[in-house]
């Protein structure tokens, strides 16, 4: 598999992280599903990385395998028992928002949903809660690390999506 470009993301003077662009024309999808299927095997844990490209493989094949590539990728996943629960969760909702985006028949597509859990609300509601509290680590040292560097907080409120009472909450509570 070939990256296409790595790309910086910088918030502030002093933080930055840095994320692969793949494109999915570049994925090979028997390589990773050989890759996954061959931990499985060995009871090796597969890392983040071949969870979220195992569950992007279907994309890769838009058109009349899509579904068949879609069940194939859930019997893989739901066979990997030491997966964490956001990698669980994660791969999930990409099969989600797939089938939901790309599967047209509607008795195919809420088969499907049923063998990936069911509710496919539940991702708006996680991201909703996420987005409603704000009250997540990371955003919230996002928001000490914009405070240190003197953003107001009525612009942090702004650039992150979380309330301004939260951001003076946050403010408050390290004393910035």
């Not at 669980?88 to 509607?106: N, P, Q, R, S, Y």
Request: contains cysteine.
């Amino acid at each position: 598999m070939r990256i296409q470009k790595t790309v910086e993301y910088r918030y502030n003077k002093l933080n930055s992280f840095k994320y692969e662009v793949i494109g999915l024309n570049n994925l090979s999808s028997s390589e990773i599903i050989n890759n996954v299927e061959t931990k499985l095997k060995n009871n090796e844990i597969p890392s983040s990385r071949d969870v979220i490209l195992l569950a992007l493989v279907p994309l890769s094949k838009k058109g009349k395998n899509i579904v068949e590539y879609i069940y194939r990728v859930i019997k893989i996943i739901y066979k990997l028992k030491n997966l964490s629960v956001s990698q669980l969760e994660l791969a999930l909702g990409i099969l989600w928002l797939t089938t939901d985006k790309f599967v047209e028949d509607d008795l195919e597509r809420n088969i499907i949903c049923d063998r990936l859990g069911g509710r496919m609300s539940l991702i708006d509601e996680y991201g909703e809660n996420k987005y409603n509290s704000g009250k997540d680590d990371g955003m919230e040292q996002i928001i000490v690390n914009w405070l240190k560097s003197g953003d107001m907080a009525e612009i942090i409120a702004e650039k992150s999506k979380v309330p301004l009472e939260r951001v003076l909450e946050i403010k408050e509570k390290h004393n910035l």
